[in-house]
């Protein structure tokens, strides 16, 4: 999966933006998941890349919020 882009993230609608966090915090759950129960994960460096979209995400939101309250 490419890495999500703050830009990429401004560019889709606020539902977009609310289901692409829910998938990301279902896996990022399921990896760590995996971690805790004593597996071997694939990839170790997704849990990394899953954080930081997360926060993309929640930043960019928190952007929109903050728009919306000064108008």
């Given at each position: 999966?490419?890495?999500?882009?703050?830009?990429?993230?401004?560019?889709?609608?606020?539902?977009?933006?609310l289901r692409?966090?829910?998938?990301?915090?279902?896996?990022?759950?399921?990896?760590?998941?995996?971690?805790?129960?004593?597996?071997?994960?694939?990839?170790?460096?997704?849990?990394?890349?899953?954080?930081?979209a997360i926060?993309?995400?929640?930043?960019v939101i928190?952007?929109?919020?903050?728009?919306?309250?000064?108008?």
């Open positions: 999966m490419p890495k999500l882009k703050a830009k990429d993230i401004r560019q889709m609608s606020h539902e977009e933006r692409k966090l829910r998938e990301l915090r279902i896996e990022l759950m399921k990896l760590r998941g995996q971690l805790s129960a004593g597996g071997i994960v694939e990839n170790p460096s997704r849990i990394k890349e899953i954080r930081k926060a993309r995400i929640l930043t928190r952007e929109e919020e903050l728009k919306r309250g000064r108008k």
